[in-house]
Nanobody, 125 residues
Framework: QGQLVESGGGLVQPGGSLRLSCAASGFPLDYYAVGWFRQAPGKEREGVSCMSSSDDSTYYAKSVEGRFTISRDNAKNMVFLQMNSLNPEDNAVYYC??????????????????WGQGTQVTVSS
């Protein structure tokens, strides 16, 4: 049974940076589209970023473009989200996801087969 486990969330001041990690076990990430979603209190879950499996094309939500960078390390079976210039609007639980079909629907992992349990990101002074 495959599993995704996120880490790296925490409390950061506005303007600061965090790097989220997502470790996969039980399946090889290099055949999967991978990405990140987030859900803020009282709001629907939204796609943040996606990386396809075919050519590692990357996509970002407009709200994070230029500040966040998604990457993967297939040798370590991990996905990362580098988040810079964080602001309070980025407060949310962040989830990683993986789709065996390898497709991104822009910044959304199209049909995730696996989800992580989430990691909290809090931006506050």
């Amino acid at each position: 049974q495959g599993q995704l486990v996120e880490s790296g969330g925490g409390l950061v001041q506005p303007g600061g940076s965090l790097r989220l990690s997502c470790a996969a076990s039980g399946f090889p990430l290099d055949y999967y589209a991978v990405g990140w979603f987030r859900q803020a209190p009282g709001k629907e879950r939204e796609g943040v970023s996606c990386m396809s499996s075919s050519d590692d094309s990357t996509y970002y939500a407009k709200s994070v473009e230029g500040r966040f960078t998604i990457s993967r390390d297939n040798a370590k079976n991990m996905v990362f989200l580098q988040m810079n210039s964080l602001n309070p609007e980025d407060n949310a639980v962040y989830y990683c996801a993986a789709d065996r079909a390898g497709d991104c629907d822009r910044e959304h992992v199209q049909d995730p087969d696996y989800w992580g349990q989430g990691t909290q990101v809090t931006v506050s002074s």
